[in-house]
């Protein structure tokens, strides 16, 4: 009997590894290998029409330094980052203790089904949704500064160096803010109700019951949507490509339009790649800042 058991534990211990290696393999390949396989690329000089390869070391990276552009992509990518944690961490956190801090369980559906509506619709129809909007002297925003006497401040948004890029932000958090409002609701419902009650009991208003009870018990999703909007930020791609192509005059350019453009376009694929190199360097620093910095604020608590 206890030779069996054993040897249906093996058993069952070796189906368990067989499907774990596989799941580690389809990771290595599909995920690690074409990591690996960037940074390769970025030391070569590689035309990928013709498929010839120039091993250049790090000329690219050294490019990278020289390039105007990518200082401005990396600027705009960090004022993309900045915003959005703004808005779309801390405006949707609070947004969603509203909602959550709501009486009757039928207005908190409504407000957050209008809230998450637009984070339905596809970043393409957004797009060109906000470059209709932000048309010059015929678009809705336009419109509306001319209609309230605010003439001086009707502008080219999408053609203005000094706005492009402002105008591209401000699409993508009324895309995104209703996602991020959603989870931050879903996790004030986890707290128990019982400390709300012990809090109001000890005389807490909302504000300090939002400090002291929500913010804490949300510690952790805070957390993970810091790391989700930081490294979107320095993924953005479509919000750009599609509004502008990173005009005018490589204004509004990000890191990963700057990409498709060396790589794609300029058929500067080894360029390209240095460049996503930088990209994953970036958002890998930051996430796992992140987590550090999370995991010590859990093990103060």
Known sequence: MRAGGTSEFRLRDLLSFRWAAIAVILVAWFVYYPIVDNFIVSTTDEDIFTGEVTQVGLANYQRLLDDPVVWVALWNNFVYAAISIVFQVFGAFL???????????????????????????????????????????????????????????????????????YAIIAMSQWQGFGYSTLLFAVAIQKIPRELYDAAIIDGAGPLRRLWNVTFPLTREMTGLMTIITVTGAFQVFNEVMVMTAGGPNNSSQVLGTWLYQQGFTENNFGYGAAIAAVIFAVTMLTGTAQLIYTRRRRVQL
């Not at 970043?123 to 001319?146: E, H, R, S």
């Open 95 to 165: 947004l969603a203790a509203m909602i959550e801090g709501l009486d009757s369980e039928r207005l908190r559906r409504f407000w957050r089904a209008v809230y998450f509506i637009p984070s339905a619709i596809s970043i393409t129809i957004t797009g060109l949704l906000f470059y209709f909007i932000y048309q010059p002297a015929i678009g809705l925003l336009d419109g509306v500064l001319k209609a309230s006497g605010l003439e001086t401040l009707m502008r080219p948004w999408l053609g203005d160096e000094g706005t492009a890029i």
